[in-house]
């Protein structure tokens, strides 16, 4: 399959459906399905010549299904914190409102974006994939070819400055979002 694109045609017309049944029994829905099968297959073409031929094929198919499946669940993850932590900072902004006079023009999330483009480049960067897009530390030194210290003490920095950044009532709702 290195590269043969009928012989990977082929593969992927055997073992589609069976991978589409692992998502759908999982996510329960059919769109988000075909997507992560998409995915599974396209991911498995891109790293073709990193396969190993010590393991089944199917073996390996399995593994990056199982892995884009944990990197969905991760982003669900986050969008849910997110959604919830907008809820809360609604919550509390309109229960505020009543007893201040100038209530905020902005919202959460425009808030957090300018805080974070305060940021230097790389610490936005480290932030943005763990708080935002729900990475691990040993992925994102692997993304970034940097080691997983380098990785915690850009997000450390970065979580200093966006206290002195933001008010209290946002850096809470962050608070409230990384340990939800």
Known sequence: MNGDQKAFHDFYLL?????????????GDYMQSQELTQNTFIKIW???STLSNEHKLETQLFRKAK?????WLRLQTTIQKRKVAEKSYAEITSSDSMNVQQPSLE???EKLEKAICHLPP?????LRLSHIQ??????IANELKISEKTV???INKALKQLRQILSGIVLALLLIIKFI
């Open 15 to 27: 073992w589609e459906t069976r991978i589409y049944s692992y998502f759908l029994n999982r996510t």
């Open 46 to 48: 891109e790293y073709r």
């Open 67 to 71: 892995l884009i499946y944990i990197d």
């Open 107 to 109: 919202t959460l999330p």
């Open 122 to 126: 790389m610490r936005q960067k480290v």
């Open 134 to 139: 729900g990475y691990a530390y040993k992925e």
């Open 152 to 154: 915690d003490n850009h």
